[in-house]
């Protein structure tokens, strides 16, 4: 091997070196609370990111990291529910305002061991830890979870009780909540709901009011506008159908059709996070973003 061609190779090496060093310290920082972030938010109530089928660190880490930088709070604690229901809570749920990251170790598992999941660590928060009001904004599957746990125990005083939901892509009304098919699932929205509810949808849908009526609820939905009616992924009636699981709940819906509209890329739109910030923060949260005209705040 000639001395040039060593060169170049010892370069690569250390730039791809450098490349791996950099995710590692990226993935571990993502998996941590953060260290104190001015916030200019005069908010206590805490928020819960829920990752969706097969999510990790990755899938709500960034926005928690840009919501930090608009100063909308602090990740405060990373919560991993392990697969016999144990919780290894790393931070203090008890900033107020704080950001907490849940993540399932087994993340492939079903919508009813999730929703087991979710009542056990929303009992822990109230028991341990005193926490009588909580946000949540989930992704996909885990939007399904949170539903399917508020349809169970929405009015329980055994738990904190839910002020606020955002959801992202959630398949409402999928067959396969989870596993992201090669088929998106199409069950056309008439004026009395879907053509057709799969068995998940009607259970939820026998005991929504079980569903606090007021907890408030912002629906986000992508659309490709490539004709598909969906963000490649979740179909855009399966989104929508949520408007049919709820009763007096106060309720919104938008549809984003920029170039991040697509499933996965919904919690990474700076325009989906002025939404976001504005409903579960107020209009203070505006602050974040010039010439905004939103009008999502509540």
């Known amino acids: 091997m000639s001395q040039k061609l060593k060169q170049s190779f010892k370069t690569v090496s250390v730039a791809l070196g450098g490349l791996l060093l950099g995710a590692a310290v990226e993935w571990y920082r993502l998996g941590q609370p953060s260290k104190a972030h001015s916030v200019t938010l005069k908010n206590q109530v805490p928020t819960l990111f829920i990752h969706g089928y097969a999510g990790n660190r990755f899938s709500s880490g960034s926005m928690i990291k840009r919501f930090e930088r608009y100063g909308w709070g602090q990740k405060s604690t990373v919560i991993v529910i392990k697969a016999d229901g144990t919780l290894k809570i790393t931070g203090d749920p008890n900033v107020p305002g704080g950001f907490i990251q849940v993540l399932f170790d087994n993340n492939r598992m079903s919508v009813m061991h999730q929703t087991d999941w979710l009542w056990r660590l929303m009992s822990t928060l109230k028991n341990e830890y005193s926490i009588e009001r909580v946000n949540i904004l989930a992704h996909s599957m885990g ?156």
């Open 143 to 298: 939007g399904v979870t949170v539903l399917n746990y508020l349809s169970k125990f929405g009015i329980s005083d055994r738990v904190p009780h839910v002020e606020k939901v955002v959801t992202l892509g959630v398949p409402f009304n999928d067959l396969e909540v989870g596993k992201d098919g090669k088929e998106i699932e199409y069950r056309p929205l008439t004026p009395n709901g879907p053509s057709v509810m799969t068995p998940l949808f009607k259970n939820i849908k026998k005991h929504r009011y079980i569903i606090s009526p007021t907890t408030k609820f912002l629906n986000i939905a992508g659309d490709l506008n490539n004709g598909t009616h969906s963000d490649g992924s979740v179909s855009l009636d399966s989104v929508l159908s949520l408007r049919y699981l709820l009763v007096k709940q106060a309720y919104r819906e938008i549809i984003v059709t920029d170039e991040k509209a697509g499933h996965f890329k919904l919690h990474e739109n700076r325009m989906i996070d002025e939404k976001i910030g504005c409903f579960l923060f107020g209009s203070q949260a505006k602050k974040a973003f010039e010439k905004s005209e939103t009008k999502y705040c509540f």
